[in-house]
């Protein structure tokens, strides 16, 4: 991404110079909990009378800092946005502005972002991203579906008639039973519910393990508008 | 010190046991005996022994904290007196442990089990320690994801034990449980995935009927909220009550459209249960967004709620809205304090909640019925009153685009911190913050799982006396005062109350405070170099006690106040857990 900005700007002109960084500002980062008003302190560090460069605003912006309260904004905003932030940032201690961007999207189609809301609806307690991961969303318990070498028709008619798993079978000394998928580190994902639980079960607790087959997907309520639109977008968000 | 055999074999022989005895019992029971004697366990049995009699009950163990608010009732109360208001002066620290987190402040409450403290640091951190020495016993690191981007966290507030495991709600919206003996991860579910919601957990579990019952930030952004509950042993959900009713359910006709998808509604703090009944209580946030109210016309529920859920089933038995069409991110999310006290002459079973808007309501915990409300802050501008039916009166609702003057401050008329009640004095202690903000509505389309305020504001100096804190002493049903502590600084930490008739609480300088709980006169400080925004609580092993209580400066409002006082800016951090006691 910083390689793509920096590539932009190279490229840049006096291009979408109607947004308004101030405005995106009181939107997006003086907000609640985070940045003060114009800059001031909030519970976010202050944002004016500093000695920012803008390719560090534009860095920390787009890309948010690790493991902190930061989001990466450039899964939120375009790049011009960025970039008219950062200006209004660096205008606050008195700075130039760095170039405008030329904004270079992809455009997914209508279909692939209502997918998506399908996809981890939370309204829906059994939505996909319950059991399967996309670009680092929802949990990787079933298979990547980004990996799945599978037509439209072929992955609608997996979401509609859904195969059955293999699964381990776990019965306890106690009587207890716990049916499953492992996971590689060793633990099991206990499926007999969802969401599933990552469990850790001792192996002097165990009585017997076996092999089973058993339906863990649920079975389809989508309609063929929806089910076209979820799929739409597991096909783009093939890497 | 670990236990030399599992500790779940070493049973109090006074308590009810649900099995037989095997001859692997008695053998055990026998060593474990024998090790006591031999002083070879001290006290480390900790939460593997705790137990739905015990946690229920756990007004009968005072040398414990078992619970987040040390009781179900959340009185914040203890019967110890041997520290009191003639010995307190020779408090002195026992042991400081340090946690190594300091970003987001030491908000927690430590639970106590039979000599073992539990507590967890900002970004997951969990130790376990001896309640004595102060030694670690194990510690767990949770993986804290690095795209984390949320704007609720890193605090965390505590955990909760039972069925011999140790439970937290997490920064990225899972719930773990540890082993009590170990610390060794037993189970942890994912409750929903956070980069898609933009809701976590940072309040504390209670484990109700061996279920772990939690709740879920995301009050400011667009997002439904839930309380869930998990079975203890499994890990698996037992049930999840939605704080907004979805489609062809009662009450889903109070949202405009699909507002209700992305109407906020979190459950961010923990919630009491009262056993008799077999009620769980539970305070509902503030609707999203939380100033623009014009694309979620009606009245919201249960956003601004005190809802009554069956223990088993997580089914609502009743609610009461407080606030009906929240347009100022007030939340009824604060502590449920459970008193059995007159009203009108006759003994009502009541609850008592402080709200961020500046009033406390009182309710019939029972029915839900409105008793009373009474103002916490003298600086509150948004209603003029609430009538003898709970009705706010002289509503000042926010025009988009126009900026108004609003007290108390979106720190609240109270922040989070929770009061105590003392039975011995009648009286309930919070405190109160004097503080306004200028506020700016504006028009904000929801976005799954991103920030959903719908306007921005800064803070204001009140119109009415200085800007600052108070800690109040009350009588919790009409809120008549007793006594007051002024304070330059809002008061961010929590109070204990106790038996020897003192009453404590820290301050953003530093101070730890114990005051006379009758007369409000401060008794003794000790500076612990950061300032306070987490909960002390009381505690005795081998029949001495011990006062405990988080140090750490940090959190969203820590932040916030350097608005109105810039010095705050430059108040340290820090992450370490005092322990006092008085001297041999």
């Not at chain 2, 039979?114 to 004595?132: E, K, L, Q, W």
């Not at chain 2, 039916?389 to 108004?404: C, T």
């Not at chain 2, 105590?420 to 109160?432: D, E, H, I, N, V």
């Not at chain 2, 008549?480 to 002024?486: A, D, H, N, R």
Request: charge should be neutral; aromatic fraction near 10%.
């Amino acid at each position: 991404m910083r390689i793509a900005v920096i590539a932009i700007l190279s490229i840049s002109r006096a291009f979408s110079a109607e947004i308004d960084g101030s405005q995106i500002f009181k939107t997006r980062c003086s907000i609640g909990y985070c940045h003060g008003s114009e800059g001031k302190p909030g519970r976010a560090p202050k944002l004016r009378e500093r000695d920012f460069t803008g390719a560090y605003l534009i860095k920390v912006i787009s890309d948010g800092i690790p493991s902190s309260s930061m989001p990466a904004f450039k899964e939120l905003l375009k790049p011009a946005e960025i970039t008219a932030v950062v200006n209004y940032v660096l205008s606050l201690s008195g700075k130039a502005p760095v170039p405008q961007t030329e904004a270079v999207e992809a455009t997914p189609s209508a279909n692939f972002d209502k997918g998506k809301a399908l996809f981890f609806d939370a309204a829906n307690e059994n939505n996909c991203g319950v059991c399967h991961a996309i670009d680092g969303t929802g949990t990787a318990i079933g298979p990547d579906l980004r990996k799945l070498k599978r037509t439209r028709t072929e992955l609608i008619k997996l979401i509609e008639d859904p195969r059955q798993s293999k699964l381990t079978k776990i019965t306890l000394k106690n009587g207890d039973t716990i049916q499953g998928i492992p996971s590689p580190d060793g633990r099991i994902w206990d499926t007999e519910g969802l969401p599933p639980v990552l469990r850790n079960v001792n192996k002097e607790e165990i009585a017997s393990t076996e092999m089973i087959q058993g339906q863990v997907m649920p079975k389809s309520h989508f309609s063929n508008d929806q089910l076209n639109e979820i799929v739409s977008y597991i096909l783009q968000a093939r890497p | 010190m670990y236990p030399l055999v599992p500790a779940y074999y070493a049973r109090d022989e006074t308590r009810p046991e649900s099995t037989p005895r095997s001859t692997r019992h008695i053998i055990a029971r026998m060593l474990i005996r024998l090790c006591f004697a031999l002083g070879l366990v001290a006290a480390t049995l900790g939460a593997a022994d705790v137990t739905t009699q015990r946690l229920n009950n756990a007004a009968n163990e005072p040398q414990n904290w078992l619970t987040y608010s040390g009781t179900y009732n959340a009185w914040r109360y203890s019967p110890l007196d041997q520290i009191n208001k003639s010995n307190v002066t020779k408090l002195k620290p026992a042991w400081v442990f340090q946690t190594g987190k300091v970003e987001g402040g030491f908000s927690a409450t430590p639970l106590v089990a039979d000599g073992v403290m539990y507590i967890t640091s900002p970004s997951n951190r969990v130790f376990a320690i001896d309640a004595v020495s102060g030694k670690e016993l194990w510690h767990y690191y949770y993986a804290i994801p690095k795209e984390f981007g949320l704007i609720y966290g890193p605090w965390n507030r505590g955990v909760a034990i039972g069925s011999g495991q140790v439970f937290m709600g997490t920064i990225d919206n899972h719930v773990v449980a540890l082993d009590a003996t170990t610390g060794k991860e037993t189970w942890n579910v994912t409750v929903e995935s956070m980069k898609e919601c933009g809701c976590n957990i940072t309040g504390a579990p209670i484990v109700v009927n061996n279920k772990v019952v939690v709740g879920v930030t995301g009050g400011d952004s667009a997002h439904r909220g839930y309380i869930n509950a998990f079975d203890a042993k499994t890990g698996r959900r037992a049930w999840r009550f939605w704080t907004i009713p979805g489609p062809s359910e009662p009450g889903n006709e109070t949202w405009k459209g699909d507002s209700w998808k992305s109407g906020g509604g979190s459950t961010w703090l923990t919630g009491s249960f009262d056993p008799e009944l077999n009620l769980i209580y539970w305070g509902v946030g503030n609707p999203a967004a939380d100033f623009y109210g014009d694309g979620r016309e009606g009245a919201n529920l249960y956003t601004d709620s005190i809802v009554a859920l069956d223990a088993d089933t997580g089914k609502l038995k009743w609610y009461n809205q407080l606030i009906p069409h929240d347009v100022w991110d007030w939340d009824a999310g604060y502590e449920i304090v459970l008193l059995d006290l007159p009203v009108n002459g006759k003994t009502e079973k009541l609850l008592v909640s402080p709200n961020k808007g500046g009033y406390t309501w009182v309710l019939d915990r029972t029915t839900g019925k409105f008793v009373n409300a009474w103002p916490m802050a003298k600086n509150i501008n948004w209603i003029t009153g609430i009538d003898k039916e709970g009705k706010l009166l002289g509503r000042k609702d926010p025009e988009i685009g126009k900026p108004i003057l609003v007290c108390p401050s979106i720190g609240g008329g109270r922040s989070w911190n929770h009061g105590a009640y003392s039975p011995k004095t009648g009286l309930f202690y919070t405190t109160a913050i004097e503080w306004c903000q200028q506020l700016t509505v504006q028009k904000e389309e929801p976005k799954t799982g991103n920030t959903f305020f719908g306007g921005n504001f800064e803070l204001r100096k009140p119109p009415i006396g200085k800007e600052g804190g108070h800690m109040d002493a009350r009588d919790p049903v009409t809120g008549k005062i007793k006594w007051t502590y002024e304070s330059k600084y809002p008061l961010l930490a929590s109070a204990l109350a106790t038996a020897g008739d003192l009453l404590f609480t820290g301050d953003p300088e530093g101070n730890f405070l114990a005051f006379d709980a009758t007369s409000g006169k401060k008794l003794w400080s000790f500076q612990t170099g950061s300032g306070h925004r987490g909960s002390p609580i009381t505690y005795a092993v081998n029949g001495k006690q011990y006062i405990a209580v988080p140090v750490g400066w940090g959190s969203a409002l820590a932040g916030l106040m350097t608005q109105l006082w810039p010095e705050a800016e430059d108040f340290p951090g820090g992450s370490a857990l005092f322990v006092f006691a008085l001297p041999e």
